[in-house]
């Protein structure tokens, strides 16, 4: 006989609200997080919030505060690491998806983010917008074959995601992030790798530099992380002449 399936553990539950809840900034740095207040808010007992919490602290996204939990505030160099990681990830995963979202179906949902987007940035309206990016990242992201390193990016994307509340509410920088998810769906759309993985480094850096302006650390020295690696040179070096 077939087993029957499992409902998804209690504490996978909590850590995917808890998660979603600091995806959308509801959670605020250094606010913090106690077992029974939120065990009796999600109607739990305070095992799988404490299972939950731990779960989320071990990823970067908690910091433990004595006996409890807190959104941890990023310096300088945390935002650097993060973006070094971003820099060798993202780029190389877009290259992978660059042929086959030159097919229109497949590329649809990319597509419709971006319109969401759009209307979200001519509405003026921040909280869809940070949606709608969200969204945009998922479409693509679902076109990579390789899962780890999908959950590996959802994960280092995350850590940033509370910082999107504090900038996108600004129309300039949501000009800017727009402007690069149309670049990066041109070359989606022209299966074009190269141009796909060059407009990947671009709205990075663009990120980048809008979160640690919003962070106030716009004036501290920047660290070597902070530069963008440049991409790998695929010209073959001249065969040496003979002699």
Not at 4 to 33: F, N, T
Request: hydrophobic share 50%; proline share 7%.
């Amino acid at each position: 006989m077939p087993a029957l399936p499992r409902p998804q553990a209690l504490s996978d539950q909590v850590y995917l609200a808890l998660r979603e809840r600091l995806r959308s900034g509801a959670i605020g740095v250094g606010e913090v997080l106690q077992e029974v207040p939120l065990a009796a808010q999600l109607g739990v007992s305070r095992t799988p919030v404490r299972e939950a919490m731990a779960r989320l602290a071990s990823e970067g996204l908690l910091a433990t505060e004595r006996r409890s939990f807190a959104v941890p505030a990023l310096s300088l160099a945390d935002v650097d690491d993060i973006y070094e990681l971003r820099f060798l990830l993202e780029p190389a995963a877009i290259r992978r998806v660059a042929a086959r979202a030159a097919d229109r179906a497949a590329r649809a949902p990319v597509e419709s983010a971006l319109a969401m987007a759009q209307a979200a940035h001519r509405a003026g309206d921040a909280t869809a917008f940070r949606e709608a990016q969200i969204a945009y990242r998922q479409a693509w992201l679902k076109l990579v074959p390789n899962t780890r390193l999908v959950r590996v990016i959802e994960l280092y994307a995350d850590h940033m995601q509370h910082i999107r509340a504090l900038t996108l509410g600004a129309p300039r920088v949501r000009t800017i992030v727009l402007r690069g998810l149309k670049r990066i769906t041109a070359a989606l759309a022209a299966g074009d790798a190269d141009a796909a993985e060059q407009a990947v480094r671009e709205h990075l850096q663009q990120a980048r530099l809008a979160f640690i302006e919003a962070l106030g650390l716009a004036d501290r020295p920047e660290t070597p992380a902070a530069r963008a690696p440049a991409p790998a040179s695929r010209k073959r070096a001249p065969a040496p002449r003979k002699r």
